[in-house]
């Protein structure tokens, strides 16, 4: 795969895994996790998820574990949704020390991005 499509499928994993575990999820234990960035392999077999984990010690733990223990739902939503030949495999990481401001510049060149993106298709 070419970068551009890596960065692609990239964003489009984060988007999608961002809405599955935010918004569709009916396990209580995913409430507190938010997909911070998703990177996809070269080959595009691996997919390593960055998430953002809130509460305490052992709350995070039981996030990081629904994660692990819904890895086959999610990667089976993912198919469903995205027009990929191949859904790679996910590996999520908790973000153990998140840096506010640098989360902050990231979401606002993203979202300057996006708009420059959106005014050139119209």
Do not use: C, W
Request: proline share 2%.
């Amino acid at each position: 795969m070419d970068e551009r499509r890596v960065l692609r499928v990239s964003e489009a994993i984060r988007e999608e895994l961002g809405a599955i575990i935010g918004f569709e999820s009916d396990d209580p234990r995913l409430l507190a996790v938010e997909v911070i960035e998703v990177h996809v392999s070269v080959d595009g077999r691996h997919a390593t998820v960055r998430v953002a984990v809130r509460g305490t010690e052992r709350d995070q733990h039981q996030s990081m574990l629904a994660l692990d223990h819904a890895r086959g739902y999610l990667r089976r939503e993912l198919a469903s949704r995205l027009t990929l030949h191949h859904v790679p495999e996910l590996h999520f990481e908790q973000d153990r020390d998140p840096d506010v401001e640098t989360r902050i510049d990231f979401l606002l060149k993203r979202a300057k991005k996006s708009r420059g993106r959106s005014e050139n298709q119209a």
